[in-house]
């Protein structure tokens, strides 16, 4: 996958569909050093200082759009096999669902697709030499655990989801739920997912893992298994 790198830019994203409207076509990536108007999800401001990870990779949008939705979790197992060899041995490594990575249960990095008629855009962000102070959620930074420079991780990672993209193109995501279920934040635990954070509705149950859709499933205390397209989700409270 082509690399286009820069020093400081305003985000990955933008810059790679002005790279599409200028003739380039996808499969390629964009990486920046610095990152001074990136987003986040739900729009949230996602600023990227030097030394962290800002890459956006595209691709082309698969003929059957209703697979778009198993890009998120294909991009985890490329992110998480590129931060395993990182890790010490007390340390844990975890896909939180849908596209979250944990380290010992604090958030390294998150993944924010989007997509129009040209290209899917796949944008990771990785705490490498830093990492965000004032959220309402643990955070950690990869240099916390190991000397990582940003860039080498970048090539590695594009490496890394050209061989799982490939695979998923191939064979659909079905081939690779058991391997994501396996690295699954709290499989076979109770959790609880925000099916609106407004109202705090809350759902609980035991994790299932995801099915071939790449949806979450919760059982309850009756048995009865539910999917989950989207929300998110934590561990229960401690009663």
């Known amino acids: 996958m082509k690399i286009f790198q820069y020093d400081t830019i305003d985000s990955t994203n933008n810059e790679a569909k002005r790279l599409i409207q200028q003739g380039e076509v996808p499969s390629f990536a ?17 600023e990227t200082p030097t030394g962290n990870v800002a890459v956006t990779m595209t691709v082309m949008p698969p003929e059957n759009l209703s697979t778009q939705s198993t890009i998120a979790p ?35 990095s998150g993944t924010l697709i989007e997509a129009d008629r040209s290209a899917i855009y796949i944008g990771v962000g990785i705490n490498v030499e830093t990492k965000p102070e004032h959220v309402p959620y643990k955070t950690i930074c990869l240099s916390e655990l190991a000397e990582v420079k940003a860039d080498q991780l970048v090539k590695e990672l594009a490496v890394a989801f050209e061989k ?19 690295r699954l934040f709290r499989l076979n635990q109770p959790l609880r997912i925000s099916l609106d954070r407004e109202k705090q509705t809350w759902q609980e149950g035991i994790c299932c893992g995801v099915n071939r859709h790449g949806h979450l499933q919760l059982k309850d205390e009756q048995g009865h298994i539910k999917a989950h397209s989207a929300g998110d989700i934590d561990a229960p409270p401690q009663h």
């Open 30 to 46: 964009v990486y920046a050093r610095q990152q001074t108007a990136g987003r986040g999800r739900l729009g949230r401001p996602w």
């Open 164 to 182: 799982y993209y490939t695979r998923w193109q191939n064979e659909g995501f079905e081939a690779l739920t058991a391997l994501y279920n396996k």
């Open 74 to 108: 294909v991009t985890a197992l490329a992110i998480y096999d590129v931060l395993k060899p990182l890790m010490r041995a007390e340390d844990q490594l975890a896909i939180k669902w849908p596209n979250d990575i944990l380290i010992n249960e604090a958030k390294v």
